[in-house]
């Protein structure tokens, strides 16, 4: 395996034994780096800093991960112009920045029974206001008094 110093510098490839030794000397333990390499990667250091900084680069890069979240909007069949165009302006704006949309459209009485076919027609006026930013994750479906859409961002 070769063998990297605590400094940075090679000391050399030696067989398993040797490099135990090695680091022995330096009072540091004998840390694998690059298994995959031929031969393998040791370096001789102390391995609770080495755990550290691998912990820590986790950390940090955790910290930029975007966590995309679902949002919801509801509305109605009788819902008005221009209550339509504020909540349209908010799914576009959450797709925008990355969220997920789930819209409810909540049937109530005889729209539930009747005036299904208002229910669709918001929906399919919905989808084709919003195919610019975003698109259909899971299709249009009946759940219990509920039409649910979900959109994703494009």
């Not at 509305?75 to 920045?97: M, N, Q, S, V």
């Amino acid at each position: 395996m070769r063998v990297i110093g605590p400094n940075g510098e090679q000391l050399g490839i030696f067989p398993r034994e040797n490099a135990l030794r090695k680091a022995e000397e330096y009072d540091l333990d004998l840390v694998e780096v690059a298994p995959d390499a031929n031969p393998p990667v040791c370096r001789v250091m102390d391995f609770a800093k080495f755990k550290y900084a691998q912990e820590k680069k986790e950390r940090e890069a955790k910290k930029k991960q975007k966590q995309a979240q679902l949002k919801e909007i509801r509305i109605t069949p009788r819902i008005g112009a221009h209550d339509y165009d504020i909540k349209l302006e908010h799914i576009k704006e959450f797709l925008k920045k990355g969220h997920k949309v789930r819209v409810r459209l909540f049937l109530k009485g005889r729209e539930f029974f009747s005036h299904m076919d208002l229910g669709k027609k918001v929906i399919d006026r919905l989808i084709t206001d919003i195919e610019s930013v975003g698109k259909i994750e899971r299709n249009a479906e009946l759940l219990g008094k509920y039409i649910i859409i979900v959109f994703s961002p494009k």
